[in-house]
């Protein structure tokens, strides 16, 4: 019995460091040409491009060593012929995010699934922690307690004004101490998370969601017009084969009440315009953010893409560079005369800005951050 556990486990120790190894190899680059590393990605969107290279690093080590373990686990259960394995273990936010973001290299997420288990890894949205022992391989102080604050405090702040509010919420927080110790509770955080949102709904009402006419144009080259179908039957096909918590997730993490029906109508529209041509389009940020959103529902996303497109539908992020800025500046120029075609009205600008805005780097969406590990970190105190 002994020498059998024994064996089970060096068995395991091996798949785990082939794993390891395989993991380490595989280059997330799109090309030899892309400027953008995962990891340089991450510290724009996954924390602001102020943040610590030591805080990006532990959470991309955090995603290796989720992928390592989740890729070790469904190996052990695998059964022949399998192709399509759900990740046993929750992730914690901010990994899960870094999950997410990974998931967006669409081919290059499928070809790294293919090298740990030969299938698709497909992510469940978490809402429950599972497997905290494997978080605590990468962050031994996790708690389930920990998990439930860092799920529901981890925000999208919006654009590099509201920076100085996150300073402020580091001063505040350090504030929130008893006998030495900082204690995190829902209590200490739900007023910044309010102010947020009081921020958000304040934003909001200064969008304008009109813009001046453009020239609508009777024919496109980028149509295709080898379908019968009806511009109005696919827009409204592609809305009911949309996920129905898809709303609730991208109010959540971009807009609110007022805004998510425009959101996801117009997501719904940029779908349309894929649907109508075979060549390449670009979105707004704000679709492409629904856009993403969608995506890491991969089950959903998949089925969905199935159901509409009859192919998968892939997402590649820009590579970087001035001739990537060139194409995808005349590519969105492009999408927003498809567009005018297409549904025979200027797009909201909005949801789709001008060129010039939406290539505007100042005019970014903003970045993740955890109000829990900011507290954590800031603080540097021990934490109940």
């Known amino acids: 019995m002994g020498s059998s ?93 870094m999950w997410c973001l990974a998931i967006l290299y669409s081919e290059k997420y499928m070809e790294l699934c293919q090298i740990l288990v030969g299938g698709y890894i497909h992510r469940k949205p978490p809402d429950s922690l599972k497997g905290i022992k494997m978080v605590r391989l990468i962050w031994e102080d996790y708690t389930s307690k920990f998990w439930r604050l860092d799920s529901k405090y981890t925000v999208w702040i919006y654009n590099r004004d509201l920076k100085e509010m996150l300073e402020s919420t580091y001063y505040k927080l350090m504030g929130y101490n008893t006998q030495g110790k900082i204690i995190i509770s829902s209590s200490n955080l739900e007023d910044e998370v309010k102010y947020l ?10 969008i304008n ?97 199935s159901t509409i497109f009859n192919k998968f539908i892939y997402h590649t992020p820009t590579v970087g560079g001035e001739s990537e800025s060139t194409k995808h500046v005349n590519l969105y120029d492009i999408t927003i005369e498809f567009y005018c075609f297409l549904f025979k009205e200027s797009p909201p600008i ?14 970014f969406l903003g970045s993740w951050f955890s109000l829990a590990r900011i507290y954590q970190s800031k603080c540097k105190k021990q934490v109940n």
């Not at 909005?350 to 005019?363: E, S």
């Open 5 to 97: 556990f024994q064996c089970i486990k060096a068995i395991k120790r091996e798949t785990t460091e082939d794993l390891a190894r395989k993991f380490d190899r595989f280059d997330f680059r799109i090309n030899e040409n892309d400027e953008f590393t995962l990891v340089q990605r991450a510290k724009r969107e996954l924390a602001g491009n102020g943040a610590p290279d030591e805080f990006i690093a532990m959470i991309y080590e955090g995603f290796r060593v989720f992928m390592i373990k989740t890729a070790c686990t469904i190996l052990a259960n695998k059964t022949e012929g399998e192709t399509d394995f759900i990740g046993p273990y929750t992730a914690a936010p901010l990994i899960d995010e």
């Open 197 to 206: 949102r009081i921020i958000l709904e304040i934003k909001v009402l200064n």
């Open 209 to 305: 969601l009109t813009r001046p006419n453009m020239i609508i144009p009777n024919s496109h080259i980028y149509f295709n017009s080898n379908t019968n179908d009806s511009v109005e039957n696919i827009f409204n096909k592609i809305k009911s084969q949309l996920p129905l918590n898809l709303p609730k997730i991208v109010k959540r993490k971009y807009c609110t009440n007022k805004m998510i029906s425009n959101y996801i109508n117009e997501y719904v529209r940029f779908m349309t315009m894929l649907y109508f041509t075979n060549d390449p389009l670009t979105p707004s940020e704000e679709v492409d953010q629904v856009w993403h959103t969608h995506q890491c529902m991969t089950i959903e996303y998949k089925n969905f893409c």
């Open 350 to 363: 909005g949801l789709w800005p001008t060129t010039a805005d939406r290539f505007n780097p100042d005019n």
